[in-house]
Structure formats: C-alpha cells, structure tokens
C-alpha cells in the first residue's frame, strides 16, 4: 500500500536526469516511442527547452522526491494551422506501473492544455498492443480515430500505431481565437 501523496508539478531543470533515465527505460525496452536509442541529458534538455519555449506544460509526478513519469505536449505539427492541436506524451518508470500515475499526469495535462486555449488533444500510441496507454486514453475521453498499420519496425518486428482525439474547451464547436499575436 502507498502511504505517501503523489505530487503533480512543473518540471525543472533538476529532473532531467531522472526524465532521461525514464525515457532511456522506454526506448530500451517498450514500444511506446519508436526511437531506438536513448537521448542523453543534453538533447533531453534541447526537447524539454522547445516545449516550454512554446508555453507548453512538461509536468513531473513525484512521490517522496523520487520522480515516478512525466507528461507533456506539443503541437501536433509545426505548421501554423495546428496551434489549436496538441499531442500528449506520458512515460512512466516501470515501478510506478499500474498505480495510476500516468492516468493522473494526463488528467493534469488535459486541464493545462485547456487553460491555455488549445482545442484537440491527439494520442499516437506506439504498439497496438499498449492496452495500457489505450485504456488511460480511453477512460480520459479520448476516442479511436485511426490505426497506422505496421508502421515501426523495434524488436525484430512490426509495431502499429493508434491515434486517439480528445476535444479540448469548446473543441471545433467554435472558431479557435490566438491567445496573442
């Protein structure tokens, strides 16, 4: 049983050792990123500068000061149309599977994006078979809208990719307005 509270916050630089290790976990052994060789620190840090360069959250979950995952968005593209358009990321350590993290970091997540304006909140889940990513997804909102057949190859094999939506605020039922020029 956990007797202490998960903590929910912004990032900070002192994560990204903690955030690289996570991902450098989920690159080497899980399909939920394609990428087949773990960032180090520096370039963790390039990516995490260029969320928050954007005014995007990148939020941590800690218990008793370890940080257990992470969560962030980004545009879905970088073409201008998409502004309105988010895609989530959530990696978790592999001891803090199955306790509910991931799904509180996205419920965090959603009600940031929202805050900030953005519309759509799009899911492209690595692996088919990450009924894990799926069912937090799923029960947060998010509905199927598509399947990428065998569009990775990590493992020796194919790997699908789902895309999930989630409308965000007003979502398309009302014109989208820029928070600033």
């Known amino acids: 049983m956990l007797t202490s509270a998960l903590l929910l916050r912004p990032s900070t630089p002192a ?35 260029d969320v928050l360069s954007k005014g995007l959250p990148w939020l941590v979950a800690e218990r008793e000061g370890v940080v257990l995952g992470y969560a962030y968005a980004n545009h879905f593209r970088p073409r201008r149309a998409y502004r309105f ?5 959530i990696y978790l350590s592999p001891e803090a599977a199955g ?6 970091l996205l419920a965090e997540l959603i009600a940031q994006c929202e805050a900030r304006g953005a519309r759509q909140m799009l899911a492209v889940i690595g ?13 947060l909102g998010f509905e199927h809208t598509g399947l990428l ?22 979502g398309n039922s009302a014109a989208a307005v820029d928070a600033a020029p």
């Open 127 to 139: 692996d088919s078979a990450n009924a894990a990513s799926i069912a937090v997804h799923s029960a």
């Open 15 to 49: 994560d990204l050792p903690a955030i690289t290790a996570i991902y450098g976990w989920n690159v080497l052994n899980g399909t939920g990123t394609f990428e087949l060789e773990a960032p180090d620190v520096a370039e963790m840090t390039r990516r995490r500068d």
């Open 85 to 89: 358009c988010l895609e989530d990321s």
């Open 99 to 104: 306790q509910g993290v991931g799904r509180l």
């Open 149 to 170: 057949k065998a569009a990775g190859w990590k493992f020796e094999r194919w790997l699908d990719v789902v895309l999930m939506q989630r409308n965000l605020g007003l």
